[in-house]
């Protein structure tokens, strides 16, 4: 049987580990991509739009933890790169693994539509239409900002952290008073940047749950080198051995001002910082707990205070956005995006998903073995299960991965690396080979290029 012709949506990471997989299995495709390069949110300044970088961010997972597989991070950068290292490493792995020359650069995917009896149909930027076999879709869930809805209007300036560069761009953020909505990683950088005496700022931080801070460093190393679940112990043990560990590293959050959290560490992204407590406990950013409503330039909050500002800056996270698709075919309401091993769409053998997860504590290798699984299931030697099945296992996987998590559009992806790299790996792949020699492999409707 004839390999599938292959699109390939997005030249970020999720792409390049696809085409980087699909090319060890002599799988053929094409990859669309709508910037003029490669990296999609490590590409800072990325012409797209598509890059949430801004100029001081380092990378919140040590090197040793971002590393691919088969391409392991230079020996010679720091624990945390910066961006334009992580950069730099996307363009070495897509040199190294001869991927440029099948990116249709500055041609994105406008439409993609399923034809009745399979395969696909993609009109492109350049306004051909071309038709493949097989679609993955690699187009990143860090690019569209949600922006909360909050009552009244403020008639200051506002930004959501997407569009945050650094101090003056773009936003003149000296002597202003700015509150900064949201206490994850963005927020954390970005209030410790601006609350420098220096910028001569305001800095206030409005959360609405809390957060458990984790530092970056432990006992003289990285801190998430220190850390790892097993799967040969429950995760319920697990999380309750590890709920004091930010208070035993950090101490608790209400010595630094912050609201006590309204949830166990473990049921919400904690946020990653060596230097949001030293700020908070130096008296550089104040915090307030959610916002009630706005009105010109105050902000009421929900304790029944009130204070004026100059700038509101929401760290509020992204949708979920397929705009190739019709909402009708396949949209992902308030982030809700069930998948087969967070890459299948039960009923549609022809597409397969790659990096709609968050992966803790890292994503690099998570969508490797993810690429790793669709190239085994193009070469056919990998088979998912039934429908029922693959649907009583989405039901199982997300109780077990989101289920104790937050109520929240940011917790609906979750899924922990090293139980499910050791699942895909023993279990699942192994088992989807068992599939296919005694069902054969998925029959592909291939179509006339």
């Not at 959501?160 to 101090?167: F, G, K, L, R, T």
């Not at 700015?178 to 609350?195: F, K, P, Q, R, W």
């Not at 070469?379 to 989101?402: H, L, Q």
Request: glycine letters at 8%.
């Amino acid at each position: 049987m004839a390999n599938p012709t292959t699109c390939i949506i997005g030249a970020g990471i999720s792409g390049l580990t696809a085409g980087k997989m699909l090319t060890d299995y002599d799988i053929p495709y094409e990859c669309f991509e709508s910037s003029d390069r490669i990296g999609g949110n490590w590409a800072f300044g990325n012409p797209n739009g598509h890059s949430s970088a801004y100029r001081s961010l380092h990378i919140d997972t040590s090197k040793k933890r971002l590393s691919f597989k088969d391409f392991p991070m230079p020996e010679e950068l720091p624990d945390f790169p910066h961006h334009t290292d992580i950069k730099r490493y996307l363009d070495d792995y897509a040199s190294a693994f001869s991927l440029l020359d099948r990116i249709r650069f500055e041609n994105g995917v406008e439409h993609a539509e399923r034809l009745p009896g399979g395969g696909w149909e993609i009109l492109t930027q350049d306004g051909e239409s071309r038709r493949f076999d097989f679609l993955v879709v690699a187009n990143g869930h860090h690019w569209d900002p949600r922006l909360p809805d909050f009552p009244g209007e403020f008639t200051g300036e506002s930004i959501h952290s997407h569009a945050y560069i650094d101090p003056e761009t773009p936003l003149h953020l000296r002597d202003k008073r700015i509150l900064i909505v949201g206490i994850g990683n963005s927020a954390a950088d970005i209030a410790v940047e601006l609350s420098q005496r220096s910028q001569r700022n305001k800095v206030t931080l409005s959360t609405r749950s809390g957060a458990w801070i984790v530092p970056k460093y432990a006992f003289g190393v990285p801190a998430d080198t220190l850390i790892q679940t097993y799967p040969q112990i429950p995760l319920s043990w697990q999380r309750r051995l590890g709920r004091r560990g930010p208070i035993f590293l950090s101490g608790r959050p209400e010595n630094f001002g912050l609201p006590t959290p309204d949830h166990h560490f473990g049921e919400a992204h904690p946020t990653q910082s060596q230097e949001l407590l030293v700020r908070l406990g130096s008296g550089d950013i104040d915090v307030k707990p959610n916002i009630e409503r706005l009105d010109g330039s105050d902000v009421h909050f929900v304790d029944g205070t009130s204070r004026e500002y100059d700038v509101i800056i929401y760290a509020t996270g992204y949708n979920i956005t397929f705009p190739f698709f019709d909402e009708d075919f396949l949209s992902a309401p308030s982030n809700q995006f069930p998948l087969y091993k967070r890459m299948f769409k039960p009923g549609i053998d022809d597409l397969a998903f790659i990096g709609f997860a968050q992966s803790a504590p890292t994503l690099f290798p998570f969508v490797e073995c993810q690429a790793r699984t669709l190239a085994a299931y193009l070469a056919g030697t990998y088979r998912p299960p039934t429908v029922p099945e693959m649907e009583r296992v989405i039901k199982a996987d997300e109780e077990r991965f989101v289920g104790h998590f937050n109520n929240r559009p940011r917790h609906t992806q979750q899924v922990d690396y090293y139980i499910y790299e050791h699942e895909m790996r023993t279990k699942e792949l192994p088992a989807g080979l068992q599939r296919v020699q005694r069902d054969g492999p998925v029959r592909w409707n291939l179509v006339p290029a």
